[in-house]
């Protein structure tokens, strides 16, 4: 499934930005992949990290955001991607509650590819190590992108609400 993402609010570096990816789920394990075209020296992209590591906070930069819920259950997952290669993924028992690390994963690895004008993120990895396979699974693919002057842009699917939240069920619109 294609998905193309749009800008919380209008203004002008997001004018300047197009998100758009596919997320595909095959049995055992799903696909993804963001591609963001714009003039990527007008944003904050970290530096490649050599070692990978799980690290906390990563929206508050430039960061891809999805989440996962298996349909009918209030538990949720949030999977965090910088351009650095770090990486996170959270769990949630309701929304925006009981959150802690998710163990199931201890690496995340995931491929970064640069070029002038673009960035992809493509990252395939085993969903069984936390969805059973027979359960329908709603999605949702979010990013945050920081300017050099130090605005964010928050990027999702649909926007629901006064203020940017990427956890807000409603937001969850991709069925797989």
Not at 78 to 94: A, C, I, K, T
């Amino acid at each position: 499934m294609n998905f193309y993402l749009k800008a919380f609010q209008q203004e002008e570096i997001s004018r300047e930005f197009r998100i758009t990816g596919s997320i595909n789920r095959y049995p055992g394990g799903l696909k993804l992949l963001y591609e963001l075209i714009g003039p990527l020296n007008k944003i904050t992209i970290p530096p490649v990290s050599f070692k990978p590591k799980r690290m906390d906070r990563l929206w508050e930069g430039t960061c891809f955001e999805f989440f996962l819920n298996i349909r009918g259950f209030d538990a949720y997952w949030e999977f965090n991607l910088s351009p650095s290669g770090d990486w996170n993924v959270y769990r949630f028992n309701g929304y925006r509650e009981g959150i802690h690390e998710e163990q199931a994963f201890i690496e995340f690895p995931f491929r970064v590819q640069g070029s002038p004008g673009a960035l992809k993120v493509i990252l395939e990895f085993d969903t069984e190590k936390i969805i059973p396979p027979d359960q329908t699974v709603d999605a949702a693919v979010s990013a945050v992108l920081r300017s050099l002057n130090g605005r964010t842009t928050y990027w999702a699917l649909a926007h629901h609400g006064m203020a940017p939240d990427f956890h807000r069920k409603d937001g969850f619109l991709i069925k797989l």
